[in-house]
């Protein structure tokens, strides 16, 4: 029998149960694989992150759901350098290299009063085009087809995860939506594994410019992911690519979480070659054991 610690913190928030939760373990090296699953199945949220000694780089992190493995997560990420910044677990710099199963990716913590600020650079951002039913695809999200914003395309994107661009032409729509999780991959037959990501430009903070909510896929365990790092990476780099049309750099504000009270923000910066970079900050909310 293990007894094994969680660490929960809320990512992109400074306030506790805003943002969205993740569990840290530690000493992650004594585990197995699928002792690492039966954890993330326990502690429940949409991930659990295992940081291990790395050869070639600062750390490594592994991602679980409680339904599989992900190759890489932004929230968890945010509060993995969090967490092990605050217990003294890394050396106090400013440049880290963390190794994922999307690939070696650079990290960056700063300090700004008196808070961590996580900034990870994303893999390449890749974009393949929805040929689906667009109705059914609306339905899945309990919305009509005239709720689609289809002045805009509708992407398969990635920074490291796949998940589905869905611009939606107004606010009011969000707090209709209900996700039917299961129909997603009979839609989504170029990538049944992946989720929805559906956004609009209508915002509630008028900081901000851009709302989305994240819809995941049913192979995961889990319905919706209150603020989605990753998501929001390949986001602003089709807003540059899309909507804005540029290729100068771009800096954006992304808000997601009220709908499900967990307010949080996300902060992307896309570099003229679309170089996309994901900021957040996180704070510590409790810690508890479990048995194996």
């Not at 610690?5 to 569990?23: C, L």
């Not at 880290?96 to 990290?107: D, F, M, R, S």
């Not at 771009?250 to 070659?273: K, W």
């Amino acid at each position: 029998m293990k007894e094994i610690t969680i660490y929960h913190y809320e990512a992109f928030s400074d306030v506790p149960h805003k943002g969205n939760p993740a569990g840290v373990v530690f000493g992650g090296e004594s585990l197995t694989d699928e002792d690492m699953q039966r954890i993330a199945l326990e502690v429940g949220f949409n991930e659990t992150s295992f940081p291990v000694p790395s050869l070639v780089a600062d750390v490594r992190i592994r991602y679980f759901t409680p339904g599989h493995e992900m190759d890489l997560c932004g929230h968890a990420t945010v509060a993995t350098l969090f967490a092990l910044r605050t217990h003294g677990l890394l050396p106090v710099k400013e440049a880290y290299t963390i190794e994922t199963k999307a690939g070696i990716l650079p990290v960056r913590v700063t300090e700004v009063d008196n808070q961590l600020y996580i900034t990870l650079q994303q893999a390449t951002p890749q974009f393949r085009h929805f040929h689906g039913d667009r109705d059914a695809l609306a339905l899945a999200m309990n919305l009509t087809e005239d709720d689609l914003d289809l002045t805009l395309p509708i992407m398969y994107g990635s920074t490291g995860i796949w998940t589905l661009l869905v611009p939606i032409k107004t606010l009011a729509s969000f707090s209709q939506m209900k996700p039917y999780n299961d129909l997603f991959p009979s839609i989504l037959k170029d990538m049944p594994n992946a989720s929805l990501h559906p956004f609009c430009l209508e915002t509630v903070d008028p900081h901000t410019h851009m709302h989305a909510r994240h819809f995941s896929s049913p192979f995961s365990g889990t319905t919706e992911d209150p603020v989605t790092g990753t998501a929001s990476g390949v986001m602003g780099a089709y807003y540059q690519r899309y909507i804005q049309r540029t290729e100068d750099a771009v800096q954006l504000v992304i808000e997601q979480g009220s709908e499900m009270n967990r307010d949080g923000r996300v902060h992307i910066s896309i570099s003229p070659h679309q170089e996309v970079k994901m900021s957040g900050n996180a704070v510590f909310v409790k810690k508890w054991t479990i048995s194996l």
